[in-house]
């Protein structure tokens, strides 16, 4: 259901993206104030509990770049997951999705096109481990059907996996296959069984303890059992080794405030009564195009085909 048309102006050379499981319970005009007030491209949403049509309204609320969403292609977007743009509806296109999984081509004009890959996976209260490290794997395969579909692996993974960075899921060469290290990331894959797996690069591991630059990670829970982690970092992103020049690490952080107005409780966790049990996640990807002598450059440089030589 696409909501709105139009041509959006002075693009800017990066996309600026916001991720956040709202919990059912963040309002339209707070999402907004998020939005505007970090100047955001790119917003997915998990558990959404407002209309489309009320977020457009709050969204576009005195705004000239507008934001527009279209569910078209995608059916994940009608059952878990939020995306708005602000980008002409051109400029998105549908690739695939699965369960708790959209993925689209995002092809900005005069920019660099990535491959995103919204998700929002089942959680450790309506699934265990195996369950999830199986679903991951699917998730992987529905990403290189992707980037075979695209060709390309400018991909970006953004969402709410439901697993922190080292369980099985996110680690594992055959499912996600995502590292803490940019010099291991940049190698681009390794062998295992003798198959290439290709890596993900994970900054967030980056957000995990007291010395991470924001809390010690986007979700809290205090269980009851011997086993406690406490804090985990269930937002993530990740980003293959063809983006890396394009991302750094400073420009991935967990949001905690709007506007002035903090997500945490006194406690310094998330404030799940007034806002959402997850922090935002926000990340800032350099999509400008290289030119050399008029001709743009998308990272391969190649010698001249054959048919493109005289005679």
Partial sequence: MTLTTGVCQDLPPSVRTLFWNL?????????ASAARSMDI???VLA???????????????????????????????RRSLTVFFRYSVDSVRPVTDGPGVAIFELSPPSSLSINVVAV??????????????LAAVEVRELIEDAEELTG????VVVGDLNMDPFEPGVVAANALHGVMSRAVAATGSRTVNDKERRYFYN????????????PPGTYYRSPSGFKAHFWHVLD???????????????????VTSIDGISLLDAGGRPNSGAYSDHLPIF?????KLDFQNGVVLDGENKPMGADQREG
Avoid at 23 to 31: E, F, G, I, L, T
Avoid at 47 to 68: H, K, P, T, V, Y
Avoid at 152 to 155: A, E, K, N, P
């Fill in 283 to 287: 990340a800032e990807i350099d999509l």
């Fill in 236 to 254: 993530q992103i990740l980003i293959r080794p063809e983006l890396l020049e394009r991302v750094i690490d400073e420009d991935i952080r967990v």
């Fill in 203 to 214: 900054p967030m591991w980056n957000q995990f303890g007291d010395h991470a630059p924001g």
């Fill in 120 to 133: 929002h996976l089942r959680s450790k209260l309506h699934s265990d481990g195996d369950n999830q490290l």
């Fill in 41 to 43: 491209d790119l917003l």
């Fill in 152 to 155: 390309h692996r400018r991909t």
């Fill in 23 to 31: 919990n059912s319970n963040v309002a339209s005009q707070v999402v």
């Fill in 47 to 77: 558990e959404n509990a407002n209309s489309l049509a009320d977020l457009a309204i709050a969204l576009n609320d005195g705004q000239d770049r507008l934001f527009l969403t279209s569910t078209k292609g995608l059916p994940a977007l």
